[in-house]
């Protein structure tokens, strides 16, 4: 069986090349309209911060997404010890093969779970996914990897739900023209 570590590493990679790659390059797409003649620093940074803000929330989003799974796989194992070895500093071979076995049944359901943590990751992620469909051809976003759909927050100003942080925004924190939509069009 694959590790755990192989896994997370396979899904990241998915993520990254999938959903946070396109929506970061149409964040720096649209940061390169800030760049008018004619502007001041502070209006071009500004609109540098907004246009790249959905691109910075979407990697903090997933980051903590994947902190959270390693957290419980932490606590899982601690309580495999605390419950096999209880307050004893020293452990015997029969203990050590009890903590082994059921740490692994820890990775195991950390892995089990992660199909479900990409659907969810990806229906968190559509709304901030540039518009043009070619980003999405082939991805988690066209269907095919991705099965029953997980709700979506009703609107990007919603907490993303399992986040594990709470009031955490993809929409923008209250900045007006974060979202992809809103930003600069070029030609």
Known sequence: MESLQAEVNRCTEKIEDELLGPIQGYGYKNASACFAPGANR????????????????ASEYVQQEFNNISERVNRCAQTCYDDIVGFGSSQTDEQKAKIEECTNACMFKAKAALPDLMRRISENLKPLLPPASEFTRGTLLEGGSAAAPVPAPA??????????MSGMNLGGGGLPGAMPGNLPKLG
């Open 42 to 57: 502070r209006s071009k940074q500004a609109c540098v911060e907004r246009a790249l803000h959905p691109a910075n929330q």
């Open 155 to 164: 609107g990007l100003g919603a907490a993303i739900p399992g986040a594990g």
